[in-house]
């Protein structure tokens, strides 16, 4: 394993230990059941923490802290796939080994360590809501379509510049404000894998796992697909308009 790759591999393992550990802390602690004010602590503290590590590890790794987003890079073409399998793999142990710190800090699995689930009979003003597997698979996935394709149009194409992480925290945030109280939002694998590792609760693990991958490769394909489509505009354009597209 060469030099560059190791220290992309633990730059993505310790961004995404320090993910988890604050994310599900922070759901374990103010939960998304409390109301309004929980549901921002967990919010911010997630979109925070992705955002700050971006910052930090963006110029190591890419700071990508979730399978999803290594996927969608993968699909999107910009990196190989040895690099995506272990960034995947790094990613998965440093989930699982913040949610396990995260255990002995609160002194056991009580709490839920923050564990995703959907929700059942959420009072929404004089009704209530019960999110079913098929409605939770859909939320999971177009809540990671968002972060990847604003991965993909501002880490990954560059036109944001060094602005990209706060655009991803930023989208990491709205996404659980919407999501959290319906289905957790982990939107990641490794932030939804990591505490049920630590408590031994999997339920609708298969969900939490399989639809953020889904999200990401649709949002690549319709990233592949832009970029494509400004490629042939800007084929097509007089020799003195013609610019690059950005990818």
């Given at each position: 394993?060469?030099?560059?790759?190791?220290?992309?591999?633990?730059?993505?393992?310790?961004?995404?230990?320090?993910?988890?550990?604050?994310?599900?802390?922070?759901?374990?602690?103010?939960?998304?059941?409390?109301?309004?004010?929980?549901?921002?602590?967990?919010?911010?503290?997630?979109?925070?923490?992705?955002?700050?590590?971006?910052?930090?590890?963006?110029?190591?790794?890419?700071?990508?802290?979730?399978?999803?987003?290594?996927?969608?890079?993968?699909?999107?073409?910009?990196m190989s796939v040895g690099e995506a399998v272990g960034y995947i793999v790094s990613q998965l142990i440093g989930g699982i080994a913040g949610a396990l710190l995260l255990?002995?800090?609160?002194?056991?699995?009580?709490?839920?360590?923050?564990?995703?689930?959907?929700?059942?009979?959420?009072?929404?003003?004089?009704?209530?809501?019960?999110?079913?597997?098929?409605?939770?698979?859909?939320?999971?996935?177009?809540?990671?379509?968002?972060?990847v394709t604003v991965v993909l149009s501002t880490a990954v194409a560059g036109r944001a510049g060094s602005l990209a992480p706060l655009a991803i925290g930023m989208t990491?945030?709205?996404?659980?404000?919407?999501?959290?109280?319906?289905?957790?939002?982990?939107?990641?694998?490794?932030?939804?894998?990591?505490?049920?590792?630590?408590?031994?609760?999997?339920?609708?693990?298969?969900?939490?796992?399989?639809?953020?991958?889904?999200?990401?490769?649709?949002?690549?394909?319709?990233?592949?697909?832009?970029?494509?489509?400004?490629?042939?505009?800007?084929?097509?354009?007089?020799?003195?308009?013609?610019?690059?597209?950005?990818?």
């Amino acid at each position: 394993m060469s030099n560059r790759l190791a220290s992309k591999l633990l730059a993505e393992l310790v961004g995404t230990f320090s993910f988890v550990f604050i994310g599900a802390g922070a759901a374990a602690i103010a939960g998304t059941g409390v109301g309004l004010p929980g549901v921002v602590a967990v919010a911010f503290a997630h979109g925070l923490t992705i955002m700050a590590f971006a910052f930090a590890y963006g110029s190591v790794s890419g700071g990508h802290m979730n399978p999803a987003v290594t996927v969608g890079v993968l699909a999107a073409g910009a990196m190989s796939v040895g690099e995506a399998v272990g960034y995947i793999v790094s990613q998965l142990i440093g989930g699982i080994a913040g949610a396990l710190l995260l255990r002995t800090v609160l002194g056991g699995s009580a709490t839920g360590l923050g564990v995703p689930a959907l929700a059942h009979n959420l009072a929404l003003g004089a009704t209530t809501l019960t999110i079913t597997p098929t409605v939770g698979f859909l939320i999971e996935a177009v809540l990671a379509f968002f972060l990847v394709t604003v991965v993909l149009s501002t880490a990954v194409a560059g036109r944001a510049g060094s602005l990209a992480p706060l655009a991803i925290g930023m989208t990491l945030t709205l996404n659980i404000l919407m999501g959290g109280p319906l289905t957790g939002a982990p939107f990641n694998p490794a932030r939804a894998l990591g505490p049920m590792v630590a408590t031994g609760n999997y339920g609708d693990v298969w969900l939490y796992l399989a639809a953020p991958i889904v999200g990401a490769i649709i949002a690549a394909i319709l990233h592949t697909g832009l970029a494509w489509l400004a490629y042939e505009e800007a084929a097509s354009a007089p020799d003195g308009a013609r610019k690059a597209p950005a990818e």
